[in-house]
Nanobody
Framework: VQLQASGGGVVQAGGSLRLSCVASGLTFDDYGMGWFRRAPGKDREFVAGVTWSGGSTYYADSVKDRFAISRDNAKNTVYLQMNSLKPEDKAVYFC????????????????WGQGTQVTVSS
Protein backbone atom coordinates (compact mmCIF):
# COMPACT_ATOMS: atom_id res chain seq x y z
CA VAL A 1 0.00 0.00 0.00
CA GLN A 2 1.23 3.48 -0.87
CA LEU A 3 -0.20 6.89 -0.09
CA GLN A 4 1.53 9.66 -2.03
CA ALA A 5 0.83 13.16 -0.74
CA SER A 6 1.65 16.29 -2.70
CA GLY A 7 0.72 19.94 -3.04
CA GLY A 8 2.53 21.48 -0.10
CA GLY A 9 4.56 24.65 -0.44
CA VAL A 10 5.14 28.15 0.83
CA VAL A 11 2.24 30.58 0.87
CA GLN A 12 1.52 33.93 2.47
CA ALA A 13 -1.01 34.23 5.25
CA GLY A 14 -4.50 34.41 3.78
CA GLY A 15 -3.51 32.31 0.79
CA SER A 16 -4.64 28.88 -0.33
CA LEU A 17 -3.17 25.49 -1.10
CA ARG A 18 -4.67 22.22 -2.27
CA LEU A 19 -3.15 18.98 -1.06
CA SER A 20 -3.66 15.70 -2.88
CA CYS A 21 -3.08 12.13 -1.78
CA VAL A 22 -3.12 9.29 -4.28
CA ALA A 23 -3.59 5.78 -2.91
CA SER A 24 -2.47 2.51 -4.49
CA GLY A 25 -2.43 -1.09 -3.40
CA LEU A 26 -5.75 -0.99 -1.58
CA THR A 27 -9.44 -0.93 -2.40
CA PHE A 28 -9.77 2.80 -1.95
CA ASP A 29 -13.50 2.97 -1.38
CA ASP A 30 -13.21 0.48 1.50
CA TYR A 31 -11.32 3.11 3.48
CA GLY A 32 -12.09 6.25 5.36
CA MET A 33 -9.42 8.87 4.73
CA GLY A 34 -7.93 11.46 7.03
CA TRP A 35 -5.49 14.33 6.97
CA PHE A 36 -3.25 14.95 9.96
CA ARG A 37 -0.50 17.44 10.59
CA ARG A 38 2.52 17.76 12.81
CA ALA A 39 4.00 21.12 13.64
CA PRO A 40 7.52 21.45 15.06
CA GLY A 41 7.56 20.47 18.71
CA LYS A 42 3.93 19.36 18.67
CA ASP A 43 2.08 16.07 18.51
CA ARG A 44 0.37 14.77 15.42
CA GLU A 45 -3.02 16.47 15.11
CA PHE A 46 -6.20 15.46 13.31
CA VAL A 47 -7.18 17.98 10.63
CA ALA A 48 -10.01 16.46 8.60
CA GLY A 49 -11.60 13.16 7.67
CA VAL A 50 -13.98 11.82 5.03
CA THR A 51 -15.98 8.60 4.93
CA TRP A 52 -15.51 6.02 2.18
CA SER A 53 -18.35 7.44 0.10
CA GLY A 54 -17.48 11.07 0.66
CA GLY A 55 -20.88 11.53 2.21
CA SER A 56 -19.65 12.70 5.61
CA THR A 57 -16.76 14.94 6.53
CA TYR A 58 -15.21 15.90 9.86
CA TYR A 59 -12.93 18.77 10.85
CA ALA A 60 -10.84 19.96 13.71
CA ASP A 61 -12.26 23.15 15.21
CA SER A 62 -9.08 25.00 14.26
CA VAL A 63 -9.68 24.49 10.53
CA LYS A 64 -13.45 24.37 10.29
CA ASP A 65 -14.85 26.81 7.71
CA ARG A 66 -11.37 27.25 6.19
CA PHE A 67 -10.43 23.75 5.01
CA ALA A 68 -12.43 21.27 2.93
CA ILE A 69 -11.74 17.58 2.48
CA SER A 70 -13.06 15.65 -0.51
CA ARG A 71 -12.33 12.47 -2.39
CA ASP A 72 -12.59 11.07 -5.90
CA ASN A 73 -12.89 7.29 -5.67
CA ALA A 74 -12.48 6.92 -9.43
CA LYS A 75 -9.01 8.46 -9.08
CA ASN A 76 -8.13 6.90 -5.71
CA THR A 77 -7.43 10.40 -4.48
CA VAL A 78 -8.30 12.47 -1.43
CA TYR A 79 -7.91 16.24 -1.38
CA LEU A 80 -7.55 18.93 1.24
CA GLN A 81 -8.43 22.43 0.09
CA MET A 82 -6.90 24.89 2.52
CA ASN A 83 -8.07 28.51 2.41
CA SER A 84 -7.37 31.54 4.58
CA LEU A 85 -4.13 29.96 5.74
CA LYS A 86 -2.60 31.17 8.97
CA PRO A 87 0.99 30.97 10.23
CA GLU A 88 -0.18 28.43 12.82
CA ASP A 89 -1.19 26.08 9.97
CA LYS A 90 2.49 25.56 9.20
CA ALA A 91 3.21 21.83 9.56
CA VAL A 92 3.94 18.63 7.74
CA TYR A 93 0.62 17.27 6.48
CA PHE A 94 -0.01 13.54 6.24
CA CYS A 95 -2.80 11.58 4.63
CA UNK A 96 -3.90 8.32 6.21
CA UNK A 97 -6.30 5.46 5.49
CA UNK A 98 -8.49 3.59 7.95
CA UNK A 99 -10.56 0.53 7.08
CA UNK A 100 -14.25 1.42 6.99
CA UNK A 101 -14.29 4.12 9.66
CA UNK A 102 -13.12 7.69 10.08
CA UNK A 103 -11.84 8.75 13.49
CA UNK A 104 -9.72 11.60 14.82
CA UNK A 105 -7.22 9.33 16.56
CA UNK A 106 -4.06 8.71 14.57
CA UNK A 107 -3.59 5.33 16.25
CA UNK A 108 -6.68 4.02 14.45
CA UNK A 109 -5.27 4.49 10.96
CA UNK A 110 -3.74 1.61 9.03
CA UNK A 111 -1.65 3.32 6.34
CA TRP A 112 0.19 6.64 6.12
CA GLY A 113 1.65 8.80 3.41
CA GLN A 114 5.08 10.38 3.61
CA GLY A 115 3.93 13.91 4.39
CA THR A 116 4.08 17.21 2.55
CA GLN A 117 5.37 20.45 4.06
CA VAL A 118 3.12 23.49 4.31
CA THR A 119 4.73 26.79 5.29
CA VAL A 120 2.68 29.94 5.85
CA SER A 121 4.53 33.23 6.08
CA SER A 122 3.08 36.19 7.96
Amino acid sequence: VQLQASGGGVVQAGGSLRLSCVASGLTFDDYGMGWFRRAPGKDREFVAGVTWSGGSTYYADSVKDRFAISRDNAKNTVYLQMNSLKPEDKAVYFCAAQKVLVTCSWQDYDYWGQGTQVTVSS
